[in-house]
C-alpha cells in the first residue's frame, strides 16, 4: 500500500494517508465541483488499508468548512471507519476545530454523535 497525498486547493483540502503508519489526515476546506471524484482515491486507499490491515487507524480533521456533498463523502468515511470499529479494528477520530468557528464545531458534534468510535473533538 503506497501512501495517498493530494495537494490542498482553493476548493479542496489537503489529503495525507499514511497506511503503513495508519493516519488519515485531512485539512482545510472541502467544496470541490465534483466531491465524490475528489474523494474516490481516499475511499480506495482507506478500504484497502482496512482490508489489508489490522493496525490502529487515526482520521484526523482540520475542516473548517464542508460542501453538502463533502459532507456525504465524510459520512461514507466515517461508515468504513465504524464498520471496522464494530469488527474489532482499533479506529478513532480526531477533529481540530476553531473554536471561534461555531459552525465547524456543530458539524463536528454532529458527526461525533452518529458513530460510537472514539471521536475526539479538539477546540483550540
Aim: charged share 25%; hydrophobic share 45%.
Amino acid at each position: 500500500m503506497q501512501p495517498l497525498t493530494i495537494p490542498a486547493t482553493r476548493c479542496s483540502p489537503l489529503v495525507e494517508f499514511d497506511p503503513a503508519g495508519g493516519r488519515l489526515r485531512i485539512e482545510g476546506e472541502s467544496y470541490p465541483e465534483n466531491s465524490f471524484e475528489f474523494f474516490a482515491p481516499v475511499f480506495a486507499a482507506l478500504a484497502e488499508a482496512l482490508e489489508a490491515g489490522t493496525g490502529p487507524v487515526t482520521l484526523e480533521l482540520s475542516l473548517s468548512y464542508l460542501n453538502t456533498s463533502s459532507i456525504k463523502c465524510m459520512i461514507d468515511i466515517l461508515d468504513m471507519l465504524e464498520a471496522a470499529h464494530k469488527s474489532g479494528r482499533p479506529v478513532a477520530v480526531l477533529w481540530h476545530c476553531d473554536r471561534e468557528n461555531d459552525r465547524a464545531l456543530e458539524m463536528a458534534e454532529e458527526f461525533k454523535e452518529d458513530v460510537s468510535l472514539p471521536f475526539s473533538i479538539v477546540a483550540r
